[in-house]
């Protein structure tokens, strides 16, 4: 697939003195493709977009769209004429225009008398045929959502911007709008790129993902490759629980309190690495079962299946079953390895420190 | 940037002509002129009538402009209207009309008996400038009260305040933007008003600074004098600006405006109705009944052709002056909000500089700069348009600012991002939002130029007489029933104006 925005060094400080919001960014959006920018707030994934869409400037970095340069240190679009769509995370819909007009509003590349049927056709398609001729202010959320992006759609750009637009949905409604709009995308041919801090958002909704931390991007992957091969501690932390074991490398194998593990890449010497709860299992604890021995400390039934905080040696780890084999408090168990340890790249401090059991 | 500018030296122009006239004279004598006991007089009178006006304007408005906005009493509309009205009265007359009411023969004491001591000096000039100028905060008020994001008031109400509590620690400081814009309109108007307090006898910067001009001619004292107010207005300024800075009263929340749920007076409803009652009786009942009264006493025909011909004067100089204030002040207005920076600060604050000259230093810096710069200029409708509307820009201003505080900037960008150029963008989203800003500012400028009586004076062309310079010629000369219909025909003319605006905009909700 052919690229469609490059991104090349984006660098962004509100106050000369103060540190980079943004600092160093770069990605690429692919054609048809939909790409998350995810990490905690206040990490300028905000700002990142924004400077794509042209309502900031960078300080340094480059912004292309199909070749053409939007944005450099001697080039300015404004972003008027960037033909990037955007959808606000408080929708900004216009108090002043019914639904229709919303969606109408935008397209003026259009041929005047095609207009009214393309904006229908998009209403209806958004399920929002009955409302068409409300006021913003006589809809649900949802609904404003879905005109919000009717209307960033209706010029047909070819590059969507999502500031978090689920984050004001309740939890039902957000999973429901999250698949129509995905489909909508794809059936349109639009390429989008999403902000949002919702880890589980980002794995289910993008093509790719790239994560941001303090204004840096720390991994860009699919969303296997970010959650189960994560690069550094913070992304393994911020997608979701893991277990981090500080370990003794050599090669393709690594000596640690859970027992000699196989690592993903090869390392050497001291070094942090990852594994997720589900790649842990447990045997009832005699001679002939694999692991290394361990005693259960709690339990949390979920239905389809249960974590256990399990203490091994002097940690303690997490670890997900399934609900065949139950272990109850102070049950002696064997905790073993399912699949190759993580290695993670920057130890940030005295990995000693780190607590083996991680929970966010 | 450009009408900012442009606004800005014409507004610059009168104060450098202030300043080569001060320093025209030799130092000792300027030295003499500053270090006067009399300016210490001067200023504590008008610093003490600028604060008391402040005070009881924010007395009357602020009670009237919550019953209008919040409340289910009946009747809101035409409350509103009525609330709108005593900007339609020239200060003279109010001033006339409380000077007649009250003291020894009197209308109270012919009609009632009731001999009430002549109030005049500085509870007159408070009492006169405080019942016609209370609408500007009145108006400033009601749109910020309007424009209020009710969640907030619900969220303080489920965090376990009281009403009351709400109402102090949510909505006041969130009238802020609003109360200041009105609180200096008003203020510099005290600054700059000579109508009133010369009528009440009572010694303001600028009332010496009329008598110097128009008296005694000594231009020197006055121009000090001039200066010296400037230098009150730009503390108010300063400190006005230190009072905003920092504010950013946008709604933040999601979803869209939605309107407070309206509460019942209950046992407050008569108590109410008498301080309305009080309220509009003194301000519009009293000067009305005042110029009935000398209608009364004419004899002849009621309207000579005179009327007519002052009436299309006054009409051709206020509304295009009220046209041309409003374009003006929404570029100023939106490069002081949107792109906030000390450069854009300053620029809106000197376009306040203008409101805050006193008007006949402005005529006369623009007298002597047009017969230099452009003599062609000189005494046509044109420059007295110019004057007005560098005069009123203030009044503008600060309702139109008041209204872009309240419009998100996400709306702007929407349409940027939609294919819109930054002023198609700000025309189509930001634009229709401040229709209730934009009345208010024209409807201000309006009023105010239908009464203006010293610019008038000295920049009209020859012949051109406005309905105020009839009133006030007349009335000086005690030929009250002559004023009289030229007052009258002010009154009815501004109140249609207000009406038709505010009809407008009522039809639209």
Known sequence: MKELLKVEGLSKCFKPDHCKVVNDVGFEVKKHEIFALLGPSGCGKTTTLRIIAGFEHSDEGKVHLNGKTLASSDQYTSPEDRGIGFVFQDYALFPHLSVFKNVLFGMRNIPREKRGEHAIELICMMGMREYMHRKPHELSGGQQQRVALARAIGPMPELILLDEPFSNLDAVLRQSTRDEVRLLLKKAGMSALLVTHDQEEALSFADRIAVMNEGRIEQIGTPEDVYYRPKTQFVAKFLGTTNLIPADANGAEAKTDIGQLTLNRPAQGKILVSIRPEHLTLHKDDNNAPGTSGEILSRDFKGHDITYRVRVKTRECLVHTDNRNTFQLGDRVKVSVLEPAVVLDKIEEDYSKVELLEVL | MLPAVL??????????????????????????????????????????????????????????????????????????????????????????????????????????????????????????????????????????????????????????????????????????????????????????????????????????????????????????????????????????????????????????????????????????????????????????????????????????????????????????????????????????????????????????????????????????????????????????????????????????????????????????????????????????????????????????????????????????????????????????????????????????FVGLLFAKEWKRS
């Open chain 2, 7 to 496: 606004v800005c030296l014409g507004v610059l122009i009168p104060f450098s002509y202030l300043l080569l006239r001060a320093l025209e004279a030799e130092m000792a004598i300027s030295l003499d002129l500053i270090i006067r006991s009399r300016n210490i007089t001067l200023l504590t009178n008008t610093l003490l009538l600028a604060a008391g006006v402040l005070v009881a304007t924010l007395l009357i408005s602020l009670p009237l402009a919550w019953i209008t906005t919040r409340t289910t009493m009946s009747g809101k509309k035409a409350l509103t209207l009525l609330c709108v009205m005593p900007l339609a009265i020239p200060g003279y007359v109010m001033a006339y009309a409380l000077l007649g009411f009250t003291g020894i023969g009197g209308t109270l004491d012919q009609l009632f008996g009731i001999e009430l001591p002549r109030i005049s000096g500085y509870w007159g000039s408070l009492l006169a400038i405080s019942l016609y100028t209370f609408p500007y905060l009145f108006l400033n008020m009601r749109s910020g009260l309007l424009g209020l994001d009710p969640s907030l008031e619900e969220v303080s109400r489920s965090l376990g305040y009281k009403p009351h509590q709400v109402f102090y620690r949510v909505i006041l400081p969130q009238l802020r933007p609003a109360l200041f814009a009105g609180a200096l309109i008003i203020g510099l108007y005290v600054l700059g008003d000579f109508g009133a307090v010369s009528l009440m006898r009572f010694e303001t910067f600028s009332y010496a600074i009329y008598l110097q001009y128009a008296a005694s001619y000594d231009r020197v004292y006055a121009a000090w004098l001039a200066l010296m107010l400037f230098g009150i207005t730009l503390t108010v300024l300063i400190i006005e600006y230190r009072l905003l800075r920092g504010l950013f009263f946008s709604r933040t929340g999601s979803g869209n405006q939605r309107l407070a749920r309206p509460v019942s007076l209950g046992k407050w409803k008569y108590p109410s109705f008498l301080y309305i009652g009080i309220v509009l009786m003194a301000s519009i009942i009293l000067p009305l009944l005042t110029i009935f009264h000398w209608i009364g006493q004419i004899q002849g025909p009621l309207f000579g052709s005179g009327l007519m011909a002052a009436l299309g004067s006054s009409l051709s100089a206020s509304a295009p002056a009220a046209l041309l204030t409003t374009t003006l002040a929404v570029p100023i207005a939106y490069i002081s909000v949107r792109c906030p920076s000390k450069v854009t600060q300053a620029l809106e604050r000197v376009s306040y500089l203008g409101y805050a000259t006193p008007p006949l230093a402005l005529a006369l810096a623009l007298i002597f700069f047009t017969l230099s710069a452009s003599p062609f200029l000189y005494q046509t409708l044109v420059l007295l348009i110019i004057a007005y509307t560098l005069h009123f820009l203030a009044e503008a201003v600060g309702p139109v600012r008041s209204a872009l505080y309240q419009a998100s900037p996400r709306l702007e960008e929407a349409a940027r991002s939609l294919g819109y150029n930054r002023f198609l963008a700000f025309f189509k989203s930001t634009f229709p939002l401040m229709r209730g800003g934009l009345i208010a500012a024209a409807a201000f400028v309006f009023l105010s130029a239908m009464k203006e009586l010293p610019i008038t004076f000295l920049l009209a062309p020859i012949g051109f007489e406005t309905l105020a310079v009839n009133v006030w010629s007349y009335s000086a000369e005690a030929m009250f029933a002559q004023a009289a219909p030229y007052a009258l025909t002010i009154l009815v003319f501004s109140s249609l």
